[in-house]
């Protein structure tokens, strides 16, 4: 698996360069860490990944000195049975005895570890997490759609167009997708811009839940189209609720979720995954379109095939393209930004700033000692 192939470098917003081949070979640039600050961590387990990010604070942000990212599928099953299976909460343990290696060898002090939907909805969620805490040492916090929603405004907020007026703000999950109105962001003495949120919205509808209801190995445009109607219906809602009175033509998409880089990937047609070139990149409406027609003509095999999805999206990737296609249709905005980054970021952001590391005061926010417990 390739665990750090999707690892996050910090809040800087990236400037989207094309992708270019390489010429000649390339020394990696290495600088010294600074191990006077603290180090913070954070935990998001969610339906399908599970991922770490260990930083420390700079002087407007944070710099990434660990990270862990691997598809777990932990929320596999749920929709058909109501239970985390036991080989799903295998693979999760034991993605979380690796996440808390990293935390203890990195000797983070402040860390906030949160679970998302397949925890909220299991009826075993509950004795789940008791076996996390006892097998692995961690107490996880789950966290509710609310929160999810701030976090990742949280995290995405320095993507934002400063000329724009608003932006639809998405996250396509596995389990569920959060749909966030944003305004113009707004500086708070120092560090990353704090997002104003206009309205937001928890979808029931994500990668998962949708490919297990219709399928992800063999589906044509029939099934294509149905798949966009079943989230339309929810996406609409929040449009009629939140987008009467967006003027489109000072709007734009902003994209976190595996589905919105693997596009991005496909768009630029990376040779492997590289988060340099796909986060902050732009992508128009007409450029978007091009992707996802492509993708719906393929089959499994070449999906499998294309080095920015592989086997572990294959079966994912066009219930994902459903959903951000109804998105699309209910705010038909000229330009997308795509972020790969979100939650971590914004549980690191909202950490930093409680405790005053860019001059703001300290307040009181979650997060806490990360507790490691003997196993």
Known sequence: MRDEARASSGLDPARGAPWRRPR?????????????????????????????????????????????????RLGEGVLASGRLSEP??????????????????????????????????????????ARVTGEVGLELEVIDRATEAELAASGCTPLLDPAAEDAILFDIGGGSSELVRLGRSRWNGGGPPVPEIRGWASLPVGVV??????GGIEIDRALYETMVTEA??????????????????????LGTSGTVTT??????????????YVDGCWMTDAEISRVLD???????????????????????VLAGCAILEAIRRAFPCRRLRVADRGLREGILVQLMRADGVWGSEPVSEGGKQPRFTST
């Open 263 to 276: 596009i991005a990937g496909v768009h630029l047609g990376l040779p492997r995954y590289e988060r340099r």
């Open 88 to 129: 799903a909460i295998a693979r999760a343990l034991e993605a979380l005895a690796i996440c808390r290696d990293k935390m203890r060898n990195r000797n983070v002090t402040r860390a906030r570890l949160i679970a998302t939907e397949a925890c909220r909805a299991a009826e075993n969620g509950p004795a789940f997490l």
């Open 294 to 316: 492509r993708l719906v003509v393929m089959d499994y095999d070449a999906r499998v095939a294309n080095p920015c999805i592989g086997s572990e999206r294959a079966d994912l």
């Open 209 to 214: 839940t949708l490919a297990e209801r219709h």
């Open 232 to 253: 339309a219906r929810h996406v609409d809602a929040f449009a009629a609720a939140h987008g009467g009175d967006l003027r489109l033509e000072a709007t734009h998409l």
């Open 24 to 72: 000649g070979r390339r020394w990696p640039r290495f600088t010294a860490e600074r191990t006077d600050r603290p180090a913070y961590a954070a935990l998001d387990l969610g339906t399908n990944n599970c991922r770490l990010l260990v930083a420390r604070p700079t002087r407007d942000g944070f710099r990434v000195i660990d990270a862990f990212s691997r598809i777990i």
